[in-house]
């Protein structure tokens, strides 16, 4: 008895020597040096020495970094202190367990690919091993191990990871054009903003956007998405645009004859976010039936469609985003107390643009080179005079009345620099600029002649635009004899404006 339990125990101390010997023996093949860190690391933890012969002897010549261990505890070792690639270990052997490996692996290298060496036929008589297995990138080869079929699952997962990191790099490039990038600002209120979307990007947090009309909410959304790490799309759903029962069939889908007109089954926002992001815009919108069901898929991470009864179970990065008082709705009963709370997990609150106005050259020099850019027009470029008067005015639309305007500008432009009377009235007058509706001065027309060249203005320092804009027109009616054609023709403006005018001033006769 105590030669077998000494028998036994020198197979292990040997089991444990070959480990250890075939690692660093492939360690020395595959290394190569210094150009260990630009190669693959591959993992393979497997207690049955042939077994790991006949993977290392498939794998050699690969350009892997092979590091080969026999018992679990030498194999967390390594997954907690190398970068892990590739993972190649037994679903359920001897001393081996597949499932803590996995959860280890995934833990500290969410990249890593799995290749699980099972019984032959599990997979045909365990079909709870799929279901629990949902790592993205885990494969199956059956005993005994086929060199080829082993070839076929590495390059498989060599495959996933070029895809995966040429992924990532055109995220970076799109988070150029639709990311932090996009917040264009030096504010003090822009740069806490680009550094909280940097802090809560990565994380599964949801995420809650208040700011007025158009301060940039859904640009937040997509910046928070474009540097997350979620690989799905990002789906945006506006809930002030639909009424309950479509709100609820566009959210979460329907089932073919789940109500008139459904024809065929259609999938609903949340499962076309699946692995990526929901944005949904004007939350406090939705009816309080559809709130229910969104706290629901907050919960539980499942739902069913409209008319079915198969629950789906979807992985969705929730962000919303509101221009109302979530609490004040609350105390109304208009928002549910609960789902405001699983909302409100990370807020994001945006300025007006009035209150960032130190922003408004830099954005308008991003909006200049953009529609220039669109509109196929050389550069166009604003006098300071005119930047100055937007900088003064109130920008009730915010960001998106700005874009709009100096989108305006250049279409319409004809010239590389715009001047400040290419300003739109309401800006000119708000900002307290020139009245674009009136000149100056008169401006006179071919065939045209002043029989009175001594006519004067009484304009004087001190005076504002208004007043000066109201005293030309006085000595332009006056000079007309009150004829408001004339005088539209002299002004180069249109007669209804100098009816208006008339008007407003207190110029008329009537």
């Known amino acids: 008895m105590y030669f077998m339990h000494y028998v036994h125990n020198l197979k292990c101390l040997l089991s444990q020597y070959t480990s250890c010997l075939t690692c660093i023996q492939y360690y020395k093949i595959h290394t190569g040096g210094s150009k260990m860190n630009l190669q693959k690391n591959v993992l393979i933890v497997d207690a049955d020495i042939r077994q790991r012969e006949v993977i290392c002897q498939t794998l050699d010549g690969e350009g892997l970094n092979l590091i080969v261990t026999g018992n679990m505890y030498q194999a967390f070792h390594q997954i907690e202190h190398m970068k892990m690639d590739i993972l190649i270990a037994p679903l359920k052997a001897e001393r081996i367990d597949g499932f803590a490996l996995l959860e280890a692996g995934t833990r500290h290298h969410p990249d890593a690919g799995i290749i699980f060496i099972t019984a032959p036929n ?38 996933n990871q070029r895809l995966t990191f040429e992924n990532r790099q055109l995220r970076s490039q799109i988070d150029e054009k639709e990311g932090l990038c996009r917040l264009t600002g030096n504010s003090p209120q822009l740069i806490q903003i680009r550094e909280l979307i940097t802090q809560i990007a990565p994380t599964k947090a949801t995420v809650m956007i208040y700011g007025a009309r158009g301060t940039g909410k859904e640009l937040v959304a997509r910046a928070i ?96 985003a509101t221009n109302h008082d979530l609490e004040a709705a609350c105390s109304k009963r208009e928002f549910l107390p609960d789902l405001y709370d699983r909302l409100n997990v990370v807020s994001v609150n945006l300025p007006e643009l009035q209150q960032r106005i130190e922003d408004i050259p830099l954005l308008v020099k991003d909006f200049l080179e953009e529609f220039s850019r669109e509109n196929n027009k050389t550069l166009r470029t604003l006098t300071p005079e005119a930047v100055r008067s937007l900088m003064k ?118």
């Not at 008589?125 to 590495?154: C, Q």
Request: charged share 25%; net charge negative; proline share 2%.
């Open 225 to 320: 998405h474009h540097r997350s790490l979620r690989q799905g799309a990002l789906i945006a759903f506006n809930c002030a645009t639909l009424n309950e029962n479509l709100a609820e069939s566009e959210l979460f889908g329907h089932e073919r004859g789940a109500f008139s007109g459904a024809y065929n089954q259609r999938k609903g926002r949340f499962e076309l976010a699946h692995g990526g992001t929901l944005f949904l815009d004007e939350v406090s919108q939705l009816s309080l039936s559809n709130q229910s069901r969104l706290l629901r898929v907050l919960e539980e991470r499942e739902f069913e469609r409209v008319g079915g009864s198969k629950t789906i179970q979807v992985n969705v990065r929730i962000i919303c």
């Open 393 to 510: 005015y109130d920008w009730p639309g915010n960001v998106r009345e700005l874009k709009n305007c100096i989108e305006g500008l250049v279409v319409m432009s004809t010239q590389e620099t715009l001047q400040l009377t290419d300003l739109p009235e309401r800006i000119l007058k708000a900002s307290g600029g020139i009245d674009s509706t009136i000149s100056y001065a008169p401006t006179l027309h071919q065939n045209q002649s002043i029989e009175n060249e001594s006519q004067q203005f009484d304009v004087s320092i001190g005076m504002t635009l208004e007043e000066i804009n109201k005293e030309v027109l006085r000595a332009t009616l006056e000079y007309t004899d009150n004829n408001k054609a004339k005088a539209a023709k002299i002004l180069d403006i249109s007669r209804r404006t100098i009816q208006r005018k008339s008007k407003e001033y207190g110029l008329c006769d009537d």
């Open 122 to 159: 599990v997979l045909e008589t365990d079909t709870g091993i799929r279901a629990m297995l949902s790592h993205e990138g885990t494969y199956f080869i059956p005993k005994p191990i086929n060199p080829t079929h082993l070839r076929v699952l590495l390059n498989k997962t060599l495959q």
